[in-house]
């Protein structure tokens, strides 16, 4: 993974596993995020269901077939005025007084000279129809308030598009993941620790002396905010909401111990590992620089491309815009086919770490970088695990089931999620008609068209998802 992966730690633990609202605050940001084009709708259409439903239970419609006929009628009703509803057909609207039955007083005009019909006017009600769904859903995750990102990437709108697919598979290529976290354990299939098949058990001793085994789950923590970001669970009222948080199936692949460290022989086993799991989509966010790239890493993401199979990767971390540094984008995010992502700011400014180039194609929410919070806006929020990880034993970060953190590597899983929404509606869809439909959709940031800091511009979920056209760019 990569090394600047920045990292916040957060007491959210506790209180928000029990569905508290007070821990975090996040009530008021809720409630105001209300979708005003709901609001609209909603106010539009309340004003004519109410106009429609005033039943009068005075009005007479009648047909004449002799004007001279409405003489009679109001002679007999001892009114003076009428509506013309159809000149060509006689037909009028009357009202009759107050106090008078409309049954005894159709009956009677009914039987007028020149008067074809006389009915009462029923009241009619438009039939019941959904607001538009490019609506925002909310979710009733307790810390949904905090995720800017959400909103920023226009997922939450995109959310109302699709019911998601819930035996979607997606292999995340990673530190591998916390097995039993109460906001993914629902979404997970079972982790391959393709890191102890390479390399044998992931063991940390620490200064006590202590030997801690992570094999069979995350040692780190970045493996299990990465799955975070696309699958945590929405709506059961808990931490935070996955992108494609409403149904998908994760299959954690462990290929990094528990600082970060691999080979590229071990992650070519593990992408050999998600095509034999049937993955349709697999996510990267470990890079490296093109100098360590091997012609088997290429080989075996060619032949995931050639299985159908979506490849989302993290351009690095390695920048410092803020001091004018641009590294360029890692391996295997710049491979061809591959869809590099990386990061924006809450800003929606390139994020000062995020690498660019040539291959880059697009950008999403990473959050700030470190010690940039005042200039970038807030990191990004996902799940952490539940036990103590490396990342507590060299920079205190304690286990406390979610954790603000920032990278390019926050910004490639929700690429993953909305490709998997995306697949979920419509599930032809080759890896070459997403990379397409997601470059065409993006918002453009910077110089006009692309460019090789923030490709084609920032991911927008709701037109990815809206757009039906094929002939994209390139
Ligand atoms: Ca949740
Ligand atoms: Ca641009």
Same mark, same amino acid.
């Given at each position: 993974?990569?090394?600047?992966?920045?990292?916040?730690?957060?007491?959210?633990?506790?209180?928000?596993?029990?569905?508290?609202?007070?821990?975090?605050?996040?009530?008021?940001?809720?409630?105001?995020?209300?979708?005003?084009?709901?609001?609209?709708?909603?106010?539009?259409?309340?004003?004519?269901?109410?106009?429609?439903?005033?039943?009068?239970?005075?009005?007479?419609?009648?047909?004449?077939?002799?004007?001279?006929?409405?003489?009679?009628?109001?002679?007999?009703?001892?009114?003076?005025?009428?509506?013309?509803?159809?000149?060509?057909?006689?037909?009028?609207?009357?009202?009759?007084?107050?106090?008078?039955?409309?049954?005894?007083?159709?009956?009677?005009?009914?039987?007028?000279?020149?008067?074809?019909?006389?009915?009462?006017?029923?009241?009619?009600?438009?039939?019941?129809?959904?607001?538009?769904?490019?609506?925002?859903?909310?979710?009733?995750?307790?810390?949904?308030?905090?995720?800017? &990102?959400?909103?920023?990437? +226009? $997922? #939450?709108?995109?959310?109302?598009?699709? *019911?998601?697919?819930? @035996?979607?598979? /997606?292999? =995340?290529?990673?530190?591998?993941?916390?097995?039993?976290?109460?906001?993914?354990?629902?979404?997970?299939?079972?982790?391959?620790?393709?890191?102890?098949?390479?390399?044998?058990?992931?063991?940390?001793? &620490?200064?006590?002396?202590? +030997? $801690? #085994?992570?094999?069979?789950?995350?040692? *780190?923590?970045?493996? @299990?905010?990465? /799955?975070? =970001?696309?699958?945590?669970?929405?709506?059961?009222?808990?931490?935070?909401?996955?992108?494609?948080?409403?149904?998908?199936?994760?299959?954690?692949?462990?290929?990094?111990?528990?600082?970060?460290?691999?080979?590229?022989?071990?992650?070519?086993?593990?992408?050999?590992?998600?095509?034999?799991?049937?993955?349709?989509?697999?996510? /990267?966010?470990?890079?490296?620089?093109?100098?360590?790239?091997?012609?088997?890493?290429?080989?075996?993401?060619?032949?995931?491309?050639?299985?159908?199979?979506?490849?989302?990767?993290?351009?690095?971390?390695?920048?410092?815009?803020?001091?004018?540094?641009?590294?360029?984008?890692?391996?295997?995010?710049?491979?061809?086919?591959?869809?590099?992502?990386?990061?924006?700011?809450?800003?929606?400014?390139?994020?000062?770490?995020?690498?660019?180039?040539?291959?880059?194609?697009?950008?999403?929410?990473?959050?700030?970088?470190?010690?940039?919070?005042?200039?970038?806006?807030?990191?990004?929020?996902?799940?952490?695990?539940?036990?103590?990880?490396?990342?507590?034993?060299?920079?205190?970060?304690?286990?406390?089931?979610?954790?603000?953190?920032?990278?390019?590597?926050?910004?490639?899983?929700?690429?993953?999620?909305?490709?998997?929404?995306?697949?979920?509606?419509?599930?032809?869809?080759?890896?070459?008609?997403?990379?397409?439909?997601?470059?065409?959709?993006?918002?453009?940031?910077?110089?006009?068209?692309?460019?090789?800091?923030?490709?084609?511009?920032?991911?927008?979920?709701?037109?990815?998802?809206?757009?039906?056209?094929?002939?994209?760019?390139?």
């Amino acid at each position: 993974m990569f090394k600047d992966f920045i990292l916040k730690s957060h007491l959210l633990s506790g209180l928000l596993l029990a569905g508290s609202l007070s821990a975090c605050g996040t009530a008021n940001v809720i409630g105001a995020m209300l979708s005003p084009t709901a609001a609209v709708q909603h106010a539009a259409s309340g004003t004519l269901l109410e106009h429609v439903s005033l039943a009068n239970s005075r009005d007479m419609l009648v047909r004449v077939n002799d004007p001279a006929a409405l003489a009679r009628i109001q002679q007999q009703l001892q009114i003076t005025g009428q509506d013309l509803l159809s000149a060509e057909a006689g037909l009028y609207r009357l009202r009759i007084p107050v106090g008078q039955s409309l049954t005894r007083s159709l009956s009677a005009v009914a039987q007028l000279p020149g008067v074809a019909y006389a009915e009462p006017n029923p009241s009619f009600k438009l039939p019941d129809f959904q607001i538009q769904q490019e609506a925002a859903v909310q979710p009733n995750d307790p810390n949904y308030g905090l995720q800017w &990102n959400m909103r920023s990437s +226009r $997922i #939450n709108q995109a959310w109302g598009l699709t *019911n998601q697919n819930p @035996t979607l598979k /997606i292999a =995340v290529i990673d530190s591998g993941v916390d097995p039993n976290h109460p906001d993914l354990v629902d979404h997970l299939e079972q982790l391959e620790d393709i890191y102890n098949e390479e390399h044998g058990p992931d063991i940390y001793r &620490n200064i006590s002396g202590d +030997r $801690i #085994n992570f094999g069979g789950r995350d040692g *780190n923590g970045h493996g @299990t905010h990465v /799955i975070g =970001v696309i699958a945590a669970a929405m709506n059961n009222q808990v931490g935070v909401a996955g992108v494609a948080g409403g149904g998908v199936r994760i299959i954690p692949i462990k290929a990094t111990d528990y600082a970060g460290n691999t080979d590229a022989a071990t992650l070519t086993a593990a992408f050999q590992r998600a095509i034999d799991r049937d993955a349709r989509v697999i996510n /990267i966010s470990i890079g490296g620089p093109a100098s360590k790239s091997t012609q088997a890493l290429t080989d075996v993401i060619r032949l995931a491309l050639q299985r159908n199979i979506s490849i989302i990767s993290a351009t690095g971390n390695e920048s410092n815009r803020a001091s004018g540094l641009i590294s360029p984008i890692t391996v295997p995010a710049a491979y061809p086919g591959v869809i590099a992502v990386g990061a924006h700011t809450e800003f929606d400014q390139v994020a000062s770490y995020s690498n660019g180039g040539g291959e880059i194609d697009l950008l999403a929410p990473g959050g700030a970088g470190r010690s940039r919070v005042q200039e970038e806006g807030q990191q990004i929020w996902s799940t952490w695990p539940s036990y103590h990880t490396y990342e507590y034993f060299q920079r205190r970060v304690t286990s406390t089931y979610y954790a603000a953190t920032s990278g390019t590597s926050m910004a490639c899983p929700h690429v993953t999620g909305v490709v998997a929404l995306m697949l979920a509606r419509e599930p032809q869809l080759t890896p070459a008609q997403i990379r397409s439909r997601l470059i065409a959709t993006a918002d453009d940031m910077g110089p006009a068209g692309f460019d090789q800091d923030s490709g084609y511009g920032k991911l927008n979920a709701l037109r990815a998802l809206r757009w039906t056209s094929h002939d994209a760019r390139d």
